[in-house]
């Protein structure tokens, strides 16, 4: 049982035989009020108060914690967040990919603020005006992300009784949203004249996208043996993507295999690019830098040095000036570099005016709006995408769904006149 100590008096018996108390030699100094109890390791530990109050509402606050099994050791809570930071990171099950951006939002923006600091002592109003300031200079992307890593590590802590609650998920904490905004699909003239740009070589590229929905990574590891050209479906079963400058072969995103359909114009230009270009087996570690070798007759290769696609060159060499020749984006400017190279010359570069809209995305979402126009439905569209929830791709394309106006007007109208004609 817990007890309360007054610090600034001792008792002593006076000549009578009574015991009353007198101030001690710290009379005056410090905080007069002792909590005492005892830990469920049956060790006695302690804290000292002002008031009497505050120290007879702690001990007796620990008592009852031991009761309801919710006791926290009070040295517990002195661990930096940096320990359980760490340690989270070590014991998520994600893949390599995953794992390199959890580690650059904590080594970013995370430990910087909250790393060095006691776990106990971080709280609501902390987390709040730390997702303040992150959210002044980064998109609500980063912002999500790192909050995130700092929720998860402070669970951790609560999950290894070092705190009793996880102070990012307190009500008073407001994460920032993200503000919705309606994507716009490519004409067909748009995609058709960004297809015919294209080098013959890379053409398929543009045609998979628009003309089955697949990401790009799915496109540059999609393989012959994918392709199911009887049952008219194309079997998306890797991306290709890199990971701590090492490319690798892995399971598309959302760790899903799909089936999409396979359209005949698709299928003509895939038999097209086969004969000219005949696929032959190529092989990348599996899932991770160090994973068993994963041999498959990649469709799609380099120029140069009849490797795999890396997006980087894909990007700057191929696609970019396509979407110029197409009037996407205006022709690229020369800028030389700001400081010189190894030779000490400053090298001269092509840049582009672009953004994310002009990405190979948009292809994607060209897919979207033809299937959905089509009257192909949203889980199956979502399906086909390869969304984890039907929601966010209603979420992201409800806006493209055809109008229903006319058939609702219509169907009550003809129920309406049948029953006035009776």
């Known amino acids: 049982m817990g007890y309360t100590k007054d610090l600034w008096t001792r008792p002593e018996k006076s000549a009578e035989g009574k015991t009353k108390r007198v101030r001690n030699g710290r009379w005056g100094k410090g905080k007069r009020w002792l909590a005492c109890w005892t830990n469920t390791d049956g060790k006695e530990e302690s804290k000292a108060f002002r008031t009497r109050t505050a120290a007879d509402k ?11 099994g919710e006791y926290i050791d009070s040295k517990a809570g002195d ?15 994600v893949d390599p990919s995953s ?35 992150l959210s002044e200079r980064f998109e609500v ?46 004409s067909d003239e748009r995609v058709f004249a960004v297809i015919d740009a294209h080098p013959e070589r890379y053409r ?19 393989a012959e043996e994918d392709i199911d050209f009887d049952e008219k479906v194309i079997r998306v079963r890797r991306q290709l993507k890199k ?5 690798i072969f892995s399971l598309p995103k959302n760790d899903r295999e799909r089936i999409v359909p396979l359209p005949d114009w698709v299928a003509g230009a895939i038999h097209d690019h086969v004969k000219v270009h005949p696929p032959r087996p190529y092989s990348l570690p599996w899932e991770k830098t160090t994973g068993k070798a994963h041999t498959c007759k990649l469709l799609l290769r380099w120029r140069t040095d009849d490797l795999h696609i ?7 060499t191929v696609w970019k000036p396509a979407i110029v020749k197409a009037e996407v984006i205006p022709a690229p400017e020369k800028v030389k570099d700001e400081k010189p190279g190894k030779d000490g010359k400053r090298k001269t570069r092509v840049r582009y005016a672009t953004s994310r809209k002009e990405g190979t995305h948009q292809l994607r979402h060209f897919y979207a709006s033809v299937t959905l126009a089509e009257g192909v439905s949203i889980k199956e569209l979502a399906e086909y995408l390869g ?15 055809p109008c229903s106006h006319e058939r609702a007007r219509k169907a009550i109208d003809n129920r309406m006149q049948l029953r006035l004609a009776a």
């Open 58 to 68: 702690h001990w007796q606050g620990k008592e009852t914690d031991k009761e309801r």
């Open 79 to 93: 661990a930096l967040f940096a320990t359980f930071g760490k340690r989270w990171l070590g014991s998520r099950i």
């Open 99 to 133: 794992v390199i951006q959890y580690e650059s939002k904590y080594r970013l923006h995370v430990e910087p603020t909250f790393g060095k600091r006691k776990v106990s002592r971080i709280k609501p109003s902390d987390v709040q005006q730390w997702l303040r300031n």
């Open 141 to 186: 992307s980063t912002v999500l992300a790192s909050f995130l890593v700092l929720q998860g590590a402070l669970e951790l802590a609560v999950a290894d009784g070092a705190i009793k609650t996880n102070p990012a998920r307190s009500k008073a904490v407001q994460v920032p949203k993200r503000s919705p905004k309606e994507v716009e699909a490519w």
């Open 204 to 222: 398929l590229v543009p045609i998979l996208g628009a003309g089955c929905g697949l990401r790009e990574g799915e496109i540059f590891g999609l």
């Open 243 to 247: 990971v701590n400058g090492t490319f």
């Open 310 to 316: 890396r997006a980087r060159n894909f990007s700057e």
């Open 387 to 401: 969304h984890h929830d039907p929601g966010f791709t209603l979420r992201t394309y409800a806006h493209m769904l």
